[in-house]
């Protein structure tokens, strides 16, 4: 008996609480906004989008084309892109223009911290986490050895030669 005293307490609770949420003549489920509310290119391409959902549009125009690395053989060196609002765009390409022998450049994509820039419209993002190209080096070098790398930015194919130390072991 005490059993059903409780299910009929709780049942009378919920039904009470369900009253309280929902208001009079509202429906349970809301209508999706219309397309002069959310244009159907934002639904798509735009904040909470398909493509791109935690996107932001950026108040300023420009690309930023950011560099970084520690100095250190698992990351000499990172390449990217971002906007005005320190968002990730499009990744730049790495070409190994020179190596020292015995060794193994890598590249793969990554998070660095943007240190410097190679061009761009804000320094803004400088400092900050980033995402893009972060180039490695595995083996044995010559003390002195160097690594030339031409970096090239999308969208307008924009280049920048680095030379970089590489570390002893």
Not at 104 to 121: C, L, N
């Amino acid at each position: 008996m005490p059993a059903t005293r409780v299910r009929a307490a709780l049942s009378a609770l919920a039904m009470t609480a369900a009253a309280l949420l929902i208001p009079a003549g509202s429906a349970l489920a809301q209508s999706p906004p219309t397309f002069q509310e959310y244009p159907l290119r934002d639904r798509v391409f735009g904040p909470g989008g398909a493509v791109f959902p935690d996107y932001v549009t950026p108040s300023e125009y420009g690309v930023t084309f950011m560099t970084g690395g520690t100095g250190t053989r698992s990351a000499l060196f990172a390449a990217g892109t971002s906007d005005y609002n320190c968002q990730q765009t499009q990744i730049p390409t790495i070409q190994v223009l020179s190596a020292p022998p015995g060794g193994k450049v890598q590249i793969r994509f990554g998070a660095f911290t943007a240190s410097a820039i190679d061009g761009g419209y804000t320094t803004r993002c400088l400092g900050r986490p980033a995402k893009g190209l972060i180039v490695s080096f595995k083996g044995k070098a010559a003390p002195g050895s160097r690594i030339a790398l031409r970096v090239i930015y999308p969208p307008r194919g924009v280049w920048y030669d680095h030379v970089i130390p590489v570390p002893a072991q």
